[in-house]
C-alpha cells in the first residue's frame, strides 16, 4: 500500500485528482470506479476544474458507481445518482449515457445485482476504483460482517452508518435501511485502488488499514492484499499511522 499524506482536505483533494486525471489520459476509454460521500466532493471539484481548463477529457471515459441506497429514485436529492450528476456529470463532458450506478428501484434486485457485474466485466472491468472509508471501515457498503461478499449484492446498512449518513436526511428514519452495493470481488479485480479519507474520525481506520489485521469485520483491511493501492489521506486522518 502506497500512504500519501497530505497537508489538507484541499490537498488530498488536488492529489487524488491528479491520480485519476493521469489514468485518464493515459487510457481516455479507461472505466472509472466512483464514489459518493462527503469525502470526494472536493476531487470531483477539482476534476470539473480540470475539465473545463482542457486539461482533461471525460469524452471516451465510462463511470461505473460503488452502490445506490434501495427505494430512491435517481431523481430523489439524496440518491447516489443524483449526487452523482449535481457533483460532477452534469458540469463534464462525459458521456452521461456511460454513467453507470446501480437502480436502486430495480424490481428485481437480484438481476440488477447480476446485470451490473456482468457490465463491468463486460467493460473490460475497473482501470482505477475511488473509495472513501466508513468509519466502521466499510468501502462501497460492504459492512463489517463475519462473512464477506464477492458479487454486487443487496445489504443491509449497519446501524452506525444509517447514523452517520441521516446528516444528509431530515431525520434518521428517512435513511434508507438498505443498499445495493459492489462486492468485494468488483472492488478488488480493479486494476488500481485510490482510497481517500479525510479528517480526525477517520485517524483511527485509516491505521487500522493500513498496518491492522486483515478481518472481515473491518472490510477495508482486505486491500492489504491488492497489489495496486494508493491511499491519500489529510493530516489528521493520517495522525496514527505509525510509520
Ligand atoms: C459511498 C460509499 C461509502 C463512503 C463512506 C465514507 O459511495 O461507498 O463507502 O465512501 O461511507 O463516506 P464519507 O466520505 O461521507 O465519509
Given amino acids: 500500500m502506497k500512504i500519501i499524506v497530505e497537508k489538507n ?26 464514489a459518493t460521500g462527503s469525502t470526494p466532493e ?9 475539465n473545463k481548463e482542457g486539461k482533461v477529457d471525460f469524452s471516451k471515459a465510462t463511470t461505473i458507481n460503488l452502490d445506490e441506497y434501495v427505494g430512491l429514485s435517481g431523481e430523489h436529492s439524496q440518491s447516489y445518482r443524483y449526487f ?21 428501484l430495480a424490481e428485481n ?3 440488477e445485482c447480476k446485470n451490473y457485474d456482468e457490465r463491468i466485466a463486460k467493460l473490460g472491468g475497473i482501470d482505477i476504483q475511488l473509495l472513501g472509508i466508513g468509519n466502521n471501515g466499510h468501502i462501497g457498503f460492504n459492512e463489517p460482517a463475519d462473512y464477506l461478499s464477492m458479487d454486487t449484492h443487496l445489504t443491509d446498512l449497519a446501524k452506525s452508518t ?11 428514519d ?10 468485494l470481488g468488483g472492488i478488488m479485480r480493479a486494476r488500481k485502488i485510490l482510497l481517500i479519507a479525510s479528517g480526525a474520525s477517520k485517524a483511527e481506520i485509516i491505521a487500522k488499514i493500513a498496518e491492522g489485521k486483515i478481518t472481515t469485520q473491518v472490510p477495508a483491511s482486505i486491500l492489504q492484499v491488492h497489489h495496486d493501492v494508493t491511499i491519500i489521506v489529510d ?3 493520517g495522525a496514527l499511522i505509525r510509520k
Fill in 235 to 237: 493530516e489528521e486522518a
Fill in 162 to 172: 444509517i447514523e452517520a449518513n441521516s446528516r444528509f436526511f431530515d431525520n434518521i
Fill in 42 to 50: 472536493g476531487l470531483y471539484k477539482e476534476l470539473i476544474k480540470l
Fill in 9 to 34: 482536505y484541499e490537498e488530498m483533494s488536488k492529489r487524488a485528482a491528479l491520480e485519476m486525471v493521469n489514468i485518464i489520459n493515459e487510457k481516455p476509454n479507461c472505466v472509472l470506479g466512483l
Fill in 109 to 111: 434486485i437480484e438481476l
Fill in 84 to 104: 452523482m450528476n449535481d457533483r460532477l456529470f452534469n458540469h463534464i463532458n462525459v458521456d452521461k449515457s456511460r454513467t453507470f450506478v446501480p437502480n436502486g
Fill in 174 to 183: 428517512e435513511v434508507p435501511k438498505k443498499a445495493i452495493t459492489m462486492g
